[in-house]
Each structure stands twice: as structure tokens, then as C-alpha cells.
């Protein structure tokens, strides 16, 4: 049992997990970042590990991870930056991060680490389902982390069913064919999506991503999924902000309402 | 023996580590592609587009005056003669017959030297199929020939601006487009890498030059097996056709030159297996150029075929357990290799190739030897860079 599950027991619904880049928009701010998304309201804090070759993300992610990266940022950089993060932050925190960093890391360490800072979970778009449970799904229970796997609108009902049986936090439901900041809105097509996964009754809550920016998507993927996740929107709103603080808290406040 | 395992593995290298995204692309390739390509309907368009658009078997030619001077006998599979200059398009025509078999409707490719590019706009245009080839811009820049050649032939060309807009980053980019259209398009990767099922595919489908070195060997020194095949390495895809039918028969020695642009401890380099560790790039581990926290260092060769940070997993493989020996070859060395093969043999190869010339001055081997050098591809998409560089 940890947050994301207790989160998940409370709300059922509008749950709304920020993704920001570690190190973005300057090395230091993901600390300040983490406060004032929960602060402003938001349920889950998906912290991007910078990656140089972040083959499932659009421009305004690649470039984020390029400025992290830049300004100086590493794993063992977020590890110290995060290591009291739970003297001021409260709501599950979650790592996404391509495969290669962390297996330079060590995966047991990092692991390890992650259960030591208080991460909850993880999001690692290349690790497949079979790598996982062949290789790491024991260390994962070990340190009682969530692993997140992600279902795309071509995913089968078959692949979703087995993905469902072995996570335990919630379903990425990536919400088009699309890397991350492609389109914006949310058409027909990808409501007849949500619908048929939202119909198989999984057993895990189901958070809808990619495409999600304004009060308006995040309320149509609500009505599908029990929340939603906002990256690019969010990075744009970081990236030129001179008030960081209050701009998070406006943004995320204008999503919820 | 070396063989790719059912779970795309060669030893510790390969897998499919790729976003679930991509999931349902990769399974519906790996549970068709064995079958399809097994089929004799495949195997005779393939066999006569090989024949009669490529114009294979490509010569197998003795190279007198640098036999001379190496004091050993060297021949040269003559993979620049096929159609559009280099071996890539024995891999395009291949791809490009079970893309169609697939029900596919569009094509997406990563090029990096352009010749995979142009290899890909070519059969498409032949198929016609709607083409879009992903390359970095600087190799835009560099390889200006080829870039005019794939919109010649009706490629849409996108330059991928990120990193060092070289091959790896235009490789990033075809696997975002991929990702963003997965159902209608196929994506014809250029070398041995990339997930499972593409090494073994790609290798299998270039496998036809050491198929046609054995024959053509036996008929001119009486004997399938040289004593050491020498091709260079980018991705891999040349070496791994000209190594092919030869992994497992241990007295060929196999040599293989990668790219140390201006040295190998310069920081200026693309010498995977002298720099690289164990890692994931492009959807498999590997060995990649990478720091001590695992971000992908931007590579350098004067070749932009040879301008990628990683390496196929089956090279990593043979690297790996001793099976293939890797030189390292710095840009001035191949840029001069390049003028003695013209010089001496009337072939002015492409920067690439050029590198697997120079390799025989690094390697030991006893006097009369046969020694067959993989001629991957032509010079002449590098004029520009053998008029930069100047030095004939
Ligand atoms: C002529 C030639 N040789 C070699 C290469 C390197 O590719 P590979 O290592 O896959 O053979 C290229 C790539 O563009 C090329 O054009």
C-alpha cells in the first residue's frame, strides 16, 4: 500500500497527475516545482528524468530534457534534490524515465533509492511488460513500487487485460496515436476509445494522457478515466515563467476549477 | 553459434525495449515477417527484383595492384555497383515487398550517409508507395547529392534538428513518426539495429553478399572461405551481409572498422566498441558511447554512414566473445584510403567503404592470404567532402 494506491481509494475521479522535467526550467526549481503543484491542488507529481534520446516525446519535452540536461542534471542530482522531499510534500510522486539512465544507475539501487526518498511509483516507457516481469517485477514489490504501463488506442483487449493483471498503481492511457505534444482536443475516435477501455471494468484506475492542456480536456478524459495527466501543456507554462509559484497555481488552478 | 535467439537476442544483446506504443508494430513484424519471407511467392519477386533492378550477383573482383602492394590476395565484393551505389538497397527491396505483403500504405525511413535514404525513395518509387525519409541536418548539409536524388524520386525529405542532427537523431524521429502513424505505415530501418525483429531481418536480407562471396570464391581460388573479410561498421548492416555465412565457420576472420573520426581520444569520435559500454539505443541494448549517467554522446565521423554512437547488437555480440576483431579508423586515414583505391584500383568508394580500406594497414595477416574487403557503397555522394578535405 502506498500513496498512489491510498489516493486512488479516496478519489475516484478528476485525479490530475503534473509531469515537469527535473532540472527544467533551472536546476533547482524541481523541488519548488513539486510544492507548488500540490499546493495548487494536483494529486500526483510525475517527475521526468532527462533523457538525451526521448524517442515517445514531441518537441516541448525533448526540449525541456535538453535544458535539464544542460543546466547539469542527473539521477544522482534528483536523488539529492529529493531526498527530504517528504517534509513538504505529500501527495504520491512518480519517476518517468527512458531505461537507459537508470540501468547505468543500477536498477536495484535505483530502486532502492526511490523507496528511500519516498517515490511511490515509476513510469518507464521502454521497459516492455515481459522485460519487466522476467527481470524486475520481484525488486519492484521488494521496495513497494507501483510500475505504470501505458495502452495506446492500438493497444488489444487481450495486451490491455494482461497489463492490467500485472500493474498496480494505474494505467497510462496514452490518448491518440502520438508522441507526447502532438495534438491537442480530443476527437470522436479517441472517445470511442476511452469508452471500450473504460467498458472492461480494470481492475486499476485508468489516468488519460497526451493531448491533455485546459479545463476543458481534462474534464472530457475525466468523464472516461478516473483522471488525467498534463507534460507539454504544463512545460510550456513553466518554460517562460518569471513567477514560477504563482504560475503554477494559476494553471493548475484553471484546470480544476 | 551465432543466432538470434527467440527473444532477439545474440548473447547479451538485442530485445525490443521499445514504447508500447510501438507494441502491436513490432508483434505483427516479428509473427509475420519469418513466415512471409519463407514463402515462395516472396523469395521469386525478390529474387528477380535482386537480379534485374539491382543487378546482382554483384562481381567479386580481384584487385591486382593492391594485392601487389599488400603482399595478399584481395578481391572486392563490388556492393557499390549495385543500383542507387551501396549495399542498403538489397535491404530496401526486401523490406519493401513484405511492407506491401503487410497491406502497408505509406513508408517512413532514417538515413544518415542518404544512401539508405535514396535506397528507400527508389523502391518506393518503384512500388509506389508514399515516401518520407527522416536525416539530420547537418548530413542534409553533407550529403547534398543524395538529398536532390530521394526528391527526385518523389521522397518527401524532413530534417531532424535536435542533438547532433546526425544519424542517431534522425532515427529518433522516424521512431516518433512511426509512433505517431502505426497503422497505415511501415518503417524500413537502414542497418542492423533498432527492436527485434529488425537486426536479424536487416542482416538476413544483406546476407546475400556473403551468400554470393562463397560461390563466387570457389570458382576463382577453389576454396568458399577467405581467410578474413574486412567491412566497415556504422550500424552494421554491409558487415553483417558480408559476415553472414561466415559467424559460424571459425577460421575466417572476421575484421570490422568502425569510425574514429579525429581520434579516438579526442571526443571527436564514433568508435563504438573502443568507447562504448552496454545499453539501450533505438530499442535494443547494445554498445553505445554513452556518459557515466547514461545520455547518449553525440558521435563524430567524417562519414555520416559511420556517424552513429551505437552498434548492431549482433556486432556487439561478436565484439563481445572475440568472434569479430574491431579496428578503429580516424577520418584522414579513410579519406586517404579513399585516393589509393582510386588511384590504384580505379574505384573511388564512398567515405564509408573507405575506412574498411584502411583497415588492412592495421591488421596483421601472412602473405598470400585471401582477403575479400566489402566495397559497401560509391564516392559519389561525397564529392563535396573529398573536395573539402582536398588533399589529392
Ligand atoms: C556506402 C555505405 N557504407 C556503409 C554504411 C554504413 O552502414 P552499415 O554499417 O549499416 O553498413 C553506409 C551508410 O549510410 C553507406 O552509405
Not at chain 2, 53 to 80: C, H, N, Q, W
Request: include cysteine; charged fraction near 20%.
Amino acid at each position: 500500500m502506498n500513496r498512489i494506491h491510498t489516493l486512488f481509494q479516496n478519489k475516484k475521479e478528476r485525479a490530475l497527475s503534473i509531469y515537469f522535467t527535473a532540472g527544467f526550467p533551472a536546476l533547482e526549481d524541481t523541488l519548488p516545482t513539486m510544492q507548488a503543484i500540490e499546493e495548487a491542488g494536483a494529486d500526483i507529481i510525475e517527475i521526468g528524468v532527462p533523457y538525451s534520446d526521448p524517442i515517445a516525446d514531441g518537441p516541448t519535452i525533448q526540449d525541456s530534457n535538453m535544458i535539464a540536461l544542460e543546466n547539469g542534471m542527473s539521477l544522482k542530482k534528483l536523488f539529492e534534490q529529493i531526498k527530504d522531499m517528504r517534509q513538504t510534500v505529500s501527495i504520491p510522486v512518480v519517476l518517468m524515465g527512458y531505461l537507459n539512465p537508470i540501468i547505468q544507475y543500477g536498477m536495484e539501487a535505483f530502486l532502492q533509492k526511490c523507496k528511500e526518498v519516498g517515490v511511490d511509483g515509476l513510469i518507464l516507457p521502454d521497459l516492455p511488460m515481459q522485460q519487466y516481469l522476467d527481470e524486475f517485477k520481484e525488486m519492484f514489490d521488494q521496495y513497494g513500487l507501483s510500475n505504470t504501463f501505458l495502452i495506446s488506442p492500438q493497444t488489444s483487449e487481450s495486451r490491455i487485460r494482461e497489463i492490467d493483471e500485472n500493474s498496480n498503481g494505474f494505467i497510462y492511457m496514452v490518448s491518440s496515436h502520438s508522441i507526447t505534444g502532438a495534438k491537442t482536443g480530443i476527437s470522436e475516435e479517441q472517445i470511442s476509445y476511452f469508452k471500450r477501455v473504460q467498458d472492461m471494468n480494470l481492475k486499476n484506475p485508468r489516468l488519460i494522457g497526451f493531448g491533455i492542456s485546459d479545463a476543458e480536456t481534462f474534464t472530457t478524459a475525466s468523464k472516461y478515466g478516473n483522471g488525467a495527466i498534463i507534460g507539454s501543456a504544463f512545460i510550456k507554462v513553466v518554460k517562460d515563467s518569471k513567477n514560477l509559484n504563482a504560475d503554477i497555481k494559476s494553471y493548475i488552478q484553471s484546470v480544476i476549477q | 553459434m551465432i543466432k538470434v535467439d527467440e527473444k532477439g537476442f545474440y548473447g547479451k544483446f538485442g530485445g525490443a525495449y521499445i514504447p508500447e506504443m510501438l507494441h502491436p508494430n513490432i508483434e505483427e513484424l516479428r509473427d509475420n515477417y519469418e513466415q512471409i519471407v519463407a514463402t515462395s511467392e516472396f523469395q521469386e519477386e525478390f529474387q528477380s527484383l535482386l537480379r534485374d533492378f539491382v543487378g546482382r550477383p554483384t562481381p567479386l573482383y580481384f584487385a591486382k595492384r593492391m594485392s601487389e602492394k599488400y603482399g595478399a590476395k584481395i578481391y572486392f565484393k563490388r556492393e557499390d555497383l549495385c543500383h542507387t551505389g551501396a549495399h542498403k538497397v538489397n535491404n530496401t527491396v526486401g523490406q519493401i515487398i513484405l511492407a506491401k505483403k503487410l497491406g502497408k500504405k505509406r513508408i517512413i525511413a532514417e538515413t544518415g550517409a542518404g544512401q539508405h535514404g535514396v535506397a528507400t525513395a527508389t523502391v518506393c518509387a518503384l512500388m509506389g508507395m508514399d515516401c518520407t525519409i527522416y536525416m539530420g541536418a547537418l548530413d542534409i548539409q553533407r550529403q547534398r547529392p543524395n538529398v536532390e536524388r530521394m526528391k527526385i524520386l518523389g521522397a518527401k525529405v524532413v530534417p531532424a534538428t535536435s542533438g547532433s542532427q546526425t544519424l542517431k537523431d534522425a532515427t529518433n524521429e522516424a521512431m516518433r513518426q512511426w509512433i505517431n502513424n502505426p497503422v497505415d505505415t511501415h518503417y524500413i530501418i537502414g542497418s542492423v539495429v533498432g527492436p527485434h525483429p529488425y537486426p536479424e531481418m536487416v542482416a538476413r536480407f544483406q546476407s546475400v553478399i556473403s551468400e554470393e562471396i562463397k560461390k563466387q570464391l570457389l570458382e576463382k581460388e577453389g576454396t568458399e572461405n577467405p581467410d578474413i573479410v574486412i567491412a566497415c561498421v556504422g550500424g552494421g548492416s554491409n558487415a553483417a551481409g558480408a559476415f553472414y555465412h561466415y559467424y559460424n565457420v571459425p577460421e575466417v576472420r572476421l575484421i570490422a572498422a568502425e569510425a574514429a573520426g579525429l581520434g579516438i581520444s579526442s571526443g571527436k569520435s564514433a568508435a563504438t566498441t573502443a568507447l562504448g559500454t552496454s545499453g539501450i539505443l533505438h530499442g535494443s541494448k547494445t554498445l553505445l558511447m554513452q556518459t557515466e549517467d547514461g545520455q547518449v554522446i553525440e558521435p563524430h565521423s567524417i562519414s555520416a554512414g559511420l556517424d552513429y554512437p551505437g552498434i548492431g547488437p549482433v556486432h556487439a555480440h561478436l565484439f563481445d566473445i572475440g568472434r569479430g576483431e574491431f579496428v578503429a579508423v580516424e577520418d584522414e586515414d579513410a579519406m586517404k584510403a579513399g585516393i589509393e583505391l582510386s588511384r590504384m584500383e580505379g574505384i573511388i568508394p564512398a567515405i564509408e567503404t573507405a575506412h574498411a580500406i584502411h583497415a588492412l594497414n592495421m591488421i596483421t595477416y601472412k602473405k598470400d592470404d585471401i582477403i575479400v574487403i566489402n566495397l559497401s557503397g560509391r564516392g559519389d555522394k561525397d564529392l563535396d567532402t573529398y573536395i573539402k578535405w582536398g588533399g589529392y
